[in-house]
Structures are given as C-alpha cells and as structure tokens.
C-alpha cells in the first residue's frame, strides 16, 4: 500500500483525477462528531467515496473505534456501484501508508528510534508503516492514558518486529530522543499542542497524523516554525490540520510534488520535518482498489446483487410483474 | 410516500435538518456522464447520502437505466453504515412522489387529464404518483421515440387505473389539453425546451421533472414567465432546473414553503404554475427510511457486516490473532 500510493500521488496530477476538497456534517447532538465525505475521481476510470464518521465518544460510549467509515467505488462508465468496504480499517491502513510515504521521502536513512505520542489504534498503523521504510530498533511510547501504552507491545505482535525495544517514556523525552516521530492522537479542539517545545535530533521527522479538524492540532507552533512543513492537501492542511498555525509562507510543498523530487527529499532527510498528514481521498481510492484486488484474489467478501433495474430500463415497476427483473429482491430473501 | 415526503418538507426546517448543495464529477470521457453526491442529515438522528449517475448513453450501449445510484444511511452517534439501497428505483419513486406532493398543491381538483411528455422510466413513476392525488382519467402522452410511446400501456398496467384513456398525441395538444403535464425528459444540455410555447387551460399545472443539469430544461421561457413556479431547491434549481432561464424575481417560493401555506396553494390552482423539480437529498432520505422500514417489516433485504472493527477498538490488526475479532471476515468467507 504505502508503494501503491506513492505511485498514485506522482502518477495522478490533478489532469489525470479530480480531488475535491471533503466535506460534511459537523454536530454536537446526539453526540460531538462529524460525518465527512471525500470524493475523487480517476478519470476515464472509478470514482471513489469515503463516507466517514468522527465520533471521540465511541470508544467510551459503545466500545467503537472513534473512526467508522465505508468506501465505495463507482464505475464512471455507468454509475454502477462496483465495490463497497469498511472503513476503519481501510483508513487506519492508508493513514499509515501516507506516513510510510513521507517517512521515506524526509526521514534520515539511518532512522533507528521511532517516538510514538497517541498510542491508540493509529499508532500502530503508523509503526506499521515507518517499520516497512525505515530499520526500527527502538520504540518510544507515550499516552496520556497508561492502559494504552502498557497494552501497546501486545497490539504490535503481529508487525513481527523481532529485534524492536518498546519503551514508555515521558512525552520530552520521547521528542527529544526519536529519529521519527508519530502523532496519532485525538486531542480535543483547542487542546493541542500534545508535546511541549523541546530540543529535537536535527534530522527529525515528525508525522502529523492526528489533526483532521478545524481548532485540533499537536506540534508546537515553534517547533512547526523551525520546520519543513509538507502537507497532504495544502487547502485541506490550512483548514484542519498543522498548517492552521502557519501562514502560507511557511509552509513546504504537498507530498505529491516533494516524492517527485528526489533532490529535495535529499535535502531534507537531515533536517526537522513535519508530514501534516490531514488525509487524502486518493489514499483510500488507492486502498480500496487493492483491497477489492485481493478480495478477487483470495475469494475474500461477497457478491451482493442490490440494484432492482428491470430488463426493461424504462419500466421501473417491471419487477412486480416479472420474477427475473430483480435479481436482487430474489437474492437478497422474499419473505 | 407522498405523504412522508410532504410532512418531511414541512417538518425539517433548516434547524431541523442540513441540506448541502450537492456536487458531483461532471465528465465525457469514457462516455458522457456524472456522479453526484446527495448529502442530508436530519439533526441528531440519521445522515442520508446517495451517490447516484446520470449517464444518458447507459439505454443504448448497456441497457441500464440513465440514472443508477446507491443510497446510504449512517447513524449520527457512531458514523455507522445503517443501511444501503439501490438508488435507480428509489430515485425513481421519490422523483414521482415529489410531483404528487407539488400536484397536490397546485394542480386544479377537477384535474383529469394528464399529459406527459418523454414517456420513459420517470413517466411510469410520475403517472403513479399525480394519480394518487388527481382522479386522472385521460393520459396524453409524447415521446421522441414512437417505440416508447407505444410500449407505456404496457409499462403502466401496474398502477391499476382502470378507467384510464391512455392516447398517444402530437406534443403541442399534449400541452394544450392537459390539465396537469409532467416533462420527464432527458433533453440534451442546449436542446430544451421539449415544447413550443403555445395556449394551455389556464389552470395548467406542469411537473419538470427532467432538468437538473447546467444548461438543460424542459420548460419554454415565455411560459415559464407567465407562470407560478415553484422550485423544491432554489439555488440548485437556479443552477440546474427551469429556473436557469429566470431571474430570482421571477421565482416563487420553495415547495417546502409552498405546501406549508394553504392559503397559497388555493390561489394558484386556477393559474398557471410549475414545479421545477430538480430532486432534493431529503426525498431521498425519506424514501429510504421508508425502504429500510418496509426492509424490516417484511423480512426483505440481508444483513451484512462489512465492519472489520476489532473488540479492542485500539488494536486494528486484533482478527489477525482472532477470530471473534471480524464477523465480517468470516460471514463474507475466508479463502
């Protein structure tokens, strides 16, 4: 996945597929959360939607991840709904595999202590990643809850990252001594930044995961300031994710442009850099077109037959009279 | 769902309920076409989104209806996919429920003859619903296409009217002798209008049903300045529908307002009016609520489970190790 994006952000320039900014619902009754949409389309090809919720209070409240959503792919030959997936899943994996990209492209080659701030589900995505890209020995934990960090190792296992260390440390530290650093948090509106200014190692990389919403972010805006900033989708990234506490001038460019510059990311890898990761429909397109390949594959999922269109497209009742104009209404149980 | 739809439009009033403005990919390669998106949420309860294609060569080169779609329903609490529907024969119903509402309002109560011009897919569903809010005796239709004219009969037997004269008829007496007239047209963007301007019964109440495309309606301008006309959506029917040829002044209120004063609806049925059907989200969403409660009722429908999530909502790779972990997994089929 994490090569498969890459390919995807250097292969589809905004010639080649459209990616309208996301969209949505944001609410405080019945509960604080957030119903997105994020299109793109490839043209000449699939369209792809995520529809995905934000809810902080479902783990607490039902024992859900904060995180639901369902992916859907459509074919721009005829609007047929060509595949349908989870969500949650699909973004943890590609939310990941954007930080593997970033971390590949400005982390320093000899990258051996990744630091973790957020050890929810997100984390490990993210070790996940950054393991897959870079040789990981040492992983530095904090949560603010220590039930987190002490379930971490557990969750990990099977990464199958033999030779890894995982130690919980206080949040200065674990900034002060990473190579990488991961933030994966769900730090409340107005709540951020989640780590104090602190010394960094001079090569740095910090990937921003977290920041998704207007008034939520976790760097310091000093340390932001100090720098190399590369954003996802820059509109998106002022809007919701780091860059809200930069003006435009400070800000590097999007990760599309920077892989395509193997100068750049050369020029980089010794210095701080932040991924500010606010998440692209173009990495869960790509996500769910693998993830349908491997159902194909290993005869994973199912066929489901839902649209009721008659043999005869201008009758739409043709079904009431004719057994075989709803294929669907017979698959899916006649009472 | 006549009805549904008409409490619906009274009842969620914009602090009730948000009503985006849909947006979509307009496209011509592989083929002409669009996929719009088609967001609503009803406040602290269910969030409605249908994806739904316009691909008006689908008849010729597959044999599809031009209109596919999918229509999703997610919980406000979670961001959980509640249920998902096909959207060809959903968009279809509520397209013709919203003219009986709209007919309802404004159509003369002597009303008996109907006449129909483009006898496709959304007549069969525009004659069901006026004929659930008008006693139609006599159904003048027209089409391009004599094929089309001459297989409704056929297509309609369904709706049980069975006093019903149903005449084929040259497109100017369609429009003078009809007491209500539903356009369901899919007129070219530039081709409109569908019919010369010419002498009606004054009380004539038209149905345009087919525009909702920049660039393409069905109405001519001159009678449209004559007439009362009613959008469901004022800036998408400015943008999309009958209204493109108007000026705001020229424009009534919304259906939703229309239908809620009484007083108004007595004044137009003597004239002149036209409801300039563009489709609104909130049709849709009702349409579904009532689908997904029939669903239930009547034992129609599957569940599935596509949700991956874990026990452990932090661990995202939990059904590596376990197999209670994904429901979804195993209903759907490990190789």
Chains 1, 2 share one sequence.
Not at 6 to 26: I, Q
Not at 109 to 123: F, N
Not at 174 to 180: G, K, L, N
Request: with cysteine; charged share 25%.
């Amino acid at each position: 996945m994490i090569r498969s994006i890459s390919d995807a952000l250097v292969t589809l320039t905004p010639d080649r597929a459209e990616l309208p900014l996301r969209s949505g619902f944001h609410y405080h009754e019945p509960v604080t959360g957030l119903i997105e949409w994020m299109p793109v389309m490839v043209n000449g090809s699939r369209a792809t939607i995520k529809v995905v919720g934000y809810h902080p209070e479902n783990p607490r409240r039902y024992e859900l991840p904060t995180i639901l959503g369902t992916v859907s792919s459509y074919d721009t030959r005829t609007g047929h709904l060509v595949g349908l997936a989870d969500g949650t899943f699909l973004t943890a994996l590609r939310t990941g595999a954007a930080s593997g990209v970033a971390t590949a492209a400005m982390a320093t080659a000899d990258t051996k202590t990744l630091g973790i701030i957020g050890c929810g589900a997100q984390a490990v995505a993210q070790l996940h990643a950054v393991s897959r890209v870079r040789k990981i020995a040492r992983v530095l934990t904090y949560d603010l809850d220590p039930a987190t960090t002490a379930s971490f190792p557990a969750r990990i296992e099977v990464l199958g990252l033999d030779d890894l260390t995982v130690e919980v440390a206080d949040c200065e530290r674990v900034v002060r001594e990473s190579d990488v650093l991961c933030t994966a948090t769900s730090v409340d509106v107005g709540g951020g930044p989640v780590f104090p200014d602190t010394e960094t190692k001079p090569w740095l990389h910090i990937n921003a995961a977290g920041s998704d919403f207007e008034g939520k972010f976790e760097i310091p805006k000093a340390m932001l300031k100090r720098a190399y900033v590369c954003p996802d989708i820059l509109l998106q990234a002022i809007s919701q994710g780091e860059c809200q506490q930069l003006t435009k001038d400070d800000i590097g460019v999007e990760l599309p442009v920077l892989i395509g510059d193997r100068e750049l990311c050369e020029s980089l890898m010794p210095k701080l850099t932040v991924f500010d990761s606010t998440g692209s429909a173009l990495e869960d397109h790509v996500a769910l077109e693998l993830m349908l390949g491997y159902g194909r594959e290993f005869g994973l999922g199912a066929e489901i037959e839902i649209e009721s269109f008659s043999h005869d497209a201008k009758n739409p009742y043709e079904f009431v009279f004719e057994d075989r104009g709803v294929a669907a209404v017979e698959n899916l149980g006649r009472p």
